[in-house]
């Protein structure tokens, strides 16, 4: 079946980058674009950037100042998100998420929607 | 970026009931608007896209209208299976993609 599969929990002390993967299963990985979505605890969801593992371009968020990067592995069927210059507001739940590739009928714009999932990797920034 | 911003923050209701959570844009997004359902300790799950496309798979006790700035997302006959939090999202503006800041149903 359709799945993403991330890696595990990290601990990371201010300052320092942590790097989150997520493997992709059940589909063809080239065929649909993927997203990074992070949640503090308590809080709502906020958009990071995405990857098109066709053409291998990426659209990052501002919001991160430039300390996100996404890249991916084809021949693994997996994209990877870096974040540097960790701080404590860093901590939440970060998530990969697949583009649905659902648009527009009128236009042909796409609604980034985001249909699959992965489990959400806990990253916690501490001293 | 453009701010989304769901009312109400908080909903209690009852097994039955048909309950209605609005989202308003800061500036006309069209139709570009994406609903997900979020239970405790789960990642979210999507719903309705296109502001009134429902998923597939997802039951159609959900709908969802609107366009420009303001959108409804309505659940009728409630289970309790809906007790979740319920998130919109815009995209007529990327990026950044935004999301709304949730709506907690309890049942």
């Known amino acids: 079946q359709v799945q993403l599969v991330q890696s595990g929990a990290e601990v990371k002390k201010p300052g320092a980058s942590v790097k989150v993967s997520c493997k992709a299963s059940?589909?063809?990985?080239?065929?649909?674009?993927l997203h990074w979505v992070r949640q503090a605890p308590g809080q709502s969801l906020e958009w990071m950037g995405w990857?098109?593992?066709?053409?291998?371009?990426?659209k990052q968020s501002q919001n991160f100042q430039g300390r996100v990067t996404i890249t991916l592995d084809r021949s693994a069927s997996t994209t990877y998100m870096e974040l540097s210059s960790l701080r404590s507001e860093d901590t939440a739940v970060y998530y990969c998420?697949?583009?649905?590739?659902?648009?527009?009928?009128?236009?042909?714009?796409?609604?980034?929607?985001?249909?699959?999932w992965g489990q959400g990797t806990t990253v916690t920034v501490s001293s | 970026d453009i701010q989304m911003t769901q009312s109400p923050s908080f909903l209690s209701a009852s097994v039955g009931d048909t309950v209605t959570i609005t989202c308003r844009a800061s500036?006309?997004?069209?139709?570009?608007l994406n609903w997900y359902q979020q239970k405790p300790g789960r990642a979210p799950k999507l719903l309705i896209y296109?502001?009134?496309s429902l998923q597939n798979g997802v039951p159609s006790r959900f709908s969802g209208s609107g366009s420009g700035t303001d959108f409804t997302l309505t659940i009728s006959t409630l289970q309790l299976e809906d007790l979740a939090t319920y998130f919109c999202?815009?995209?007529?503006?990327?990026?950044?993609?935004?999301f709304g800041q949730g709506t907690r149903l309890e049942i």
């Open positions: 998420a697949r583009d649905a590739q659902h648009f527009h009928f009128w236009s042909g714009s796409a609604f980034y929607d985001m249909d699959v």
């Open positions: 059940g589909y063809i990985f080239n065929g649909y674009p």
């Open positions: 990857i098109n593992p066709d053409k291998g371009t990426t």
């Open positions: 500036q006309s997004i069209t139709t570009y």
């Open positions: 296109g502001a009134s």
């Open positions: 999202q815009q995209s007529y503006t990327i990026p950044p993609i935004t």
